[in-house]
């Protein structure tokens, strides 16, 4: 039963669970940067000026475009 629970919705996207943790971590992790560079933005807009739109459209193309491609560095521009 426990088992099932951390199983099932791995297997449901085609992942193991450790896979799904990985690709888990890399998407937060780079939502939580993302987010950070933007309220840094808020305050110097001469820094960070496209890396909120860069970090969607870069989890999009790897959740929804290319599903198995593992994260990458992080990328920012400054």
């Known amino acids: 039963m426990i088992h099932k629970a951390f199983t099932e919705h ?3 996207v085609g992942e193991t669970y450790g896979e799904h943790l990985a690709h888990a971590t890399g998407f937060g992790l780079r939502m939580i940067a993302g ?5 840094l933005h ?3 807009p001469f820094l960070f000026v496209r890396t909120g739109s860069q970090q969607i459209r870069t989890l999009h ?15 920012f521009v400054i």
């Not at 987010?35 to 309220?39: D, E």
């Open 61 to 75: 193309d790897r959740m929804v475009v290319n599903r198995s491609r593992m994260p990458s560095v992080m990328d």
């Open 35 to 39: 987010g950070f560079a933007c309220l």
């Open 10 to 12: 791995p297997a449901s």
């Open 42 to 44: 808020g305050l110097f």
